[in-house]
């Protein structure tokens, strides 16, 4: 079956402490992105990646990090997470950089105490 | 830059009645629209797309838009509400910056559907 998953789901943990969400797509698409989800605001997008090795920031990338090493994988690294960082994260992938739809996984919901 | 403003953040209908979800975008060039839905502890689905063919687009689940250039809009309809249509609602414009895949989301309508 064709996916995006995301782990973990949920999450509860304290500021300062470096977590990694990770983000896995099986269709061989060569566009991932990561999304934050906030009431009121939409999505809004922290970071994508065009092809492996190839990164760039979004709209709301300061405190994140990526990485693309391998086309299937996208994880979006919080070096030192701050409470500001609550939020709901999406993973998003496509084929090429500018076809749809986007695939999005299910979400992971990230608490910064 | 392009942009979407959803005229309503919540919308509570009884079912088998109408839906109406109001989006309004800007841009300065053609765009690309999209509707996408998410329910409850999901991802978003992509319920339906307008790339400049017909404006009236039809899309899953028995929902279609219609794009209007002369009033920037891109409204989302449904003739009979059903019980599983409950959910949260985004407009969402393609990005024409930088040749890459950027969605710009409006901030959502949430779907209330009454017995």
């Known amino acids: 079956e064709a996916q995006v998953t995301q782990n973990p789901r949920y999450l509860i943990t304290v500021t300062g402490k470096k977590l990694t969400v990770t983000c896995s797509q099986n269709?061989?698409?060569?566009?991932m992105s990561w999304y934050r989800q906030d009431p009121g605001l939409g999505l809004r997008q922290i970071y994508y990646?065009?092809?492996?090795?190839?990164?760039d920031k979004g709209d709301v990338p300061e405190g994140y990090k990526v990485s693309r090493k391998e086309k299937r994988n996208f994880p979006l690294i919080l070096e030192s997470p701050s409470p500001n960082q609550t939020s709901l994260y999406f993973c998003?992938?496509?084929?090429?950089?500018?076809?749809?739809?986007?695939?999005f996984g299910d979400g992971t919901r990230l608490s910064i105490l | 830059a392009q942009s979407v403003t959803q005229l309503d953040s919540h919308v509570s209908v009884s079912e088998g009645t109408p839906v109406l979800l109001r989006c309004n975008y800007s841009?300065?060039?053609?765009?690309?629209l999209f509707w996408y839905v998410q329910h409850p502890n999901k991802g978003l689905q992509l319920l339906l797309k307008?790339?400049?063919?017909?404006?009236l687009v039809k899309g899953i689940n028995g929902f279609e838009a219609e794009f209007k250039k002369s009033e920037t809009s891109f409204h989302l309809t449904k003739p009979s509400a059903h019980m599983s249509d409950a959910a949260e609602y985004f407009c969402?414009?393609?990005?024409?910056?930088?040749?890459?895949?950027?969605?710009?989301f409006g901030a959502g309508t949430r779907l209330a559907v009454h017995p």
């Open positions: 998003a992938s496509s084929l090429r950089p500018r076809n749809q739809p986007q695939h």
């Open positions: 269709m061989n698409h060569e566009y």
């Open positions: 990646s065009m092809n492996v090795e190839v990164t």
């Open positions: 841009s300065s060039y053609s765009p690309s």
């Open positions: 307008y790339t400049s063919a017909a404006t």
């Open positions: 969402v414009v393609r990005a024409t910056s930088g040749g890459y895949n950027k969605l710009i």
